[in-house]
Each structure stands twice: as C-alpha cells, then as structure tokens.
C-alpha cells in the first residue's frame, strides 16, 4: 500500500527533545582484523541521532562526564546536525561506554553481544549512565523549543518533569523503558506517556503495567517476529493486532534495529504533536508502523546501531527505505564500497587509577 513517507518534507523541522541513555558504542566487528568503530549510541542517542538524519531538530539532554569520551560524543552528534545545546559536561556527569562484541558462525548466522568494557589497568568498570537530575531539568524546561514530540528511555525524577513539561505544551511523549528495576518508577512514567514502546524479550511484564487505562498506544516487539500493538485512539478496536516484521536481504547486525523502528514511528505519527497524534487513523498507524519496520530491516544491513548512517549517503537510503516500504528488497552495499569513514583515535583515562588505554577507528 504506497503512502508518503517523512523523507525530504517541505515546512519548518519538527523538534524533539529526549533524555535517557547517551553513550559511546565501541563496536567490536567479527572480523579480528577490522578496527573497532566508535560512535555516539545508547537508546535516546539512536533514536534522536536518527530523527535529526531523517529531518528533525533533536535535542538530547543528559550528564555526561566533561572527558576525551563525551568530547567525541558531541563530535559525532553534531556530524548528524543533532543540537548540543542541553548535553552538559561536567566533572559530576558520566560518559557511559557500551562495549559491542559481533559474532558470525554458520550455524547461528549473526549476533551480538554488549559488555560494561572494565579498564585494563586497575579493572574497574568504565562509566555509567547517570539521570539528569530535577534541578536540571527545571533549569532546561524554560529554555526548550517548542517540541513535537519528547522521547525518554529510563526512569528518574529528573525525567519524569521534564516528561510532564512536554505532555502539558502539547507534546506527544514516548516512552521505551530499559528494564522494569523500579516498577514505582515504571508506572508513573506509563501514566505520563501517550505511546510506550517496549521489548517483549526484555519486559514481558508491561503489558499488566500499561492495563486499563493505560497509553493511547502500546508497541511490543519481538524481534525478527514483528510486533504486536494495542491501540487505544478513536476508531481503533482496542485489541491486540500483529504486523510482521519486513524481511532483511542480508543480516549482518541486528544491534540498534529497536532504535530506528521508534525513530520511524516518532516521524509519521510524531510530527504535529498530541493534538494531531488524537487524530490517527488505523491506517495511518499501520504505515507508521510498516515504516518503522523498514528502517529497522535495513539497518540490519550493517554493522553498529547507526553503521548504515556511515557507510552510503542520503540519496541511496532515501531509494533503499522506499524500495522496503513498497515490498522490494534492500541489499547493502560490500565493504569496499564504504565511502563516509572517518578514521579515529580516541584515548580513555581511568578517573579511578589515572592508566590510559587507547581505541582506535
């Protein structure tokens, strides 16, 4: 069923703003020859990295640590014209690292694996994820644009505000939680958000905490399965439905197909805030959710959570997302083809020893 998809949109930018989980991906290829590559990840970072390439103004807001690692963080993201303007470096921040391992054999096919890397020298665990706090929050909330949408993907009070902030100036807000640690915490996050997104592996427990009368829309995935979603907009039946997932020429990495899924459904059904999200119609969220899946099937073509952004220009994934999104096949370009690398050094010092250890792109 052909649609228009948000690629290349006249009008003014839609704007986001999201806070959660901003880290450094170190991505480790299969190939033991390959160099690691180094990029801006973590859910809210994929996510919003991913709208500002199809063409929004994202703003992510997080604590991280003022370092050579959160240095390259802001690099990599204004690359992608992603707005800096509310990712604080200081000394009571944290630059989390997120360390992945790519697997390939022949009898599994390809996979994946993340690993908290410790430093070499003393041992301790790199940094972690630290929430923006509410004094944060309340010194960001009068300084933010008018926003579409908000995105979150963890729990805290900071988040919550800024959160309740967006619902209350008419932003759709989108929640796709990480873990079910705090249920207390989970639950007033779902009461906050209009659609919460989330992974039926990883949270099988939602579907009891988003009950009656819960988000406008719940999204579960499962992985090369599809999704299932329960609708609760006007004219929807308010049941389960199921739409498979679009089939991937060639699976060379499955890490960060979660990401772009939500990244194409914030852009169909996010664009115009709540007021307009009201107004969905079954149809519509079906093609959200179909383009939603296309970006997911072709990230799947590369290595890394956002690897396709680096390895072939705007032109050819604007092609490869509407030749999936009309039922055709997407088939990654070869390694030699690879034409937007940027080689990298990137130096880590241990806060807890002062040792240095060195990746390298």
């Known amino acids: 069923m052909p649609f228009e998809i948000p690629l290349n949109l006249p009008g003014p930018r839609p704007a986001i703003a999201g806070t959660g989980l901003i880290a450094l991906d170190v991505v480790i290829p299969n190939e033991t020859r390959s ?43 204004a690359r992608w014209n992603v707005r800096l303007d509310y990712l604080d470096s200081d000394k009571g921040g944290s630059t989390p690292v997120i360390v992945q391992h790519i697997h390939s054999s022949l009898d599994r096919g390809s996979t994946h694996s993340f690993s908290r890397k410790r430093c070499p020298f003393c041992g301790k665990r790199l940094p972690w994820y630290k929430p923006i706090r509410v004094a944060d929050a309340a010194r960001i909330i009068p300084q933010l644009p008018p926003l579409a949408t908000f995105f979150f993907d963890r729990t805290s009070p900071g988040a919550h505000s800024l959160a309740k902030h967006a619902a209350e100036r008419g932003s759709l807000v989108v929640f796709e939680p990480s873990s079910a640690s705090d249920i207390n915490r989970l639950r007033q996050a779902v009461q906050i958000a209009h659609v919460v997104k989330y992974s039926h592996e990883r949270l099988s427990e939602m579907e009891e905490v988003c009950a009656d009368p819960g988000p406008l829309l719940i999204i579960e995935t499962h992985g090369s399965a599809g999704l299932r979603f329960l609708s609760r907009l006007g004219g929807s039946s308010g049941r389960w439905q199921v739409s498979e997932s679009l089939p991937a020429s060639k699976v060379v990495d499955t890490a960060g197909c979660g990401d772009w899924c939500t990244a194409g459904i914030i852009a169909m059904l996010g664009r115009h805030g709540l007021e307009e999200f009201l107004k969905t119609s079954s149809d519509r969220l079906l ?73 390298h792109q």
């Not at 370092?67 to 993201?77: C, E, M, P, V």
């Not at 959710?289 to 994934?317: H, P, T, V």
């Not at 083809?337 to 040792?355: I, K, P």
Request: glycine share 10%.
């Open 287 to 359: 093609e959200a959710l179909r383009f939603g899946q296309a970006l997911a099937a072709w990230n799947c073509g590369f290595e890394g959570a956002r690897g396709g952004m680096y390895r072939i220009d705007k032109s050819l994934f604007f092609e490869s997302i509407k030749r999936l999104v009309a039922g055709d096949t997407f088939h990654p370009p070869e390694p030699e083809s690879e034409v937007l690398q940027v080689s990298l050094r990137m130096d880590y010092t241990c806060a807890a020893c002062g040792g240095t250890a060195a990746f």
């Open 35 to 77: 160099l690691p590559q180094l990029w801006a990840g973590g859910t809210c970072g994929n996510v919003l990295t991913a709208l500002a390439y199809l063409g929004w103004d994202s703003y992510p807001i997080a604590r991280l640590r003022d370092d050579a690692l959160s240095s390259y963080i802001n690099q990599d993201l």
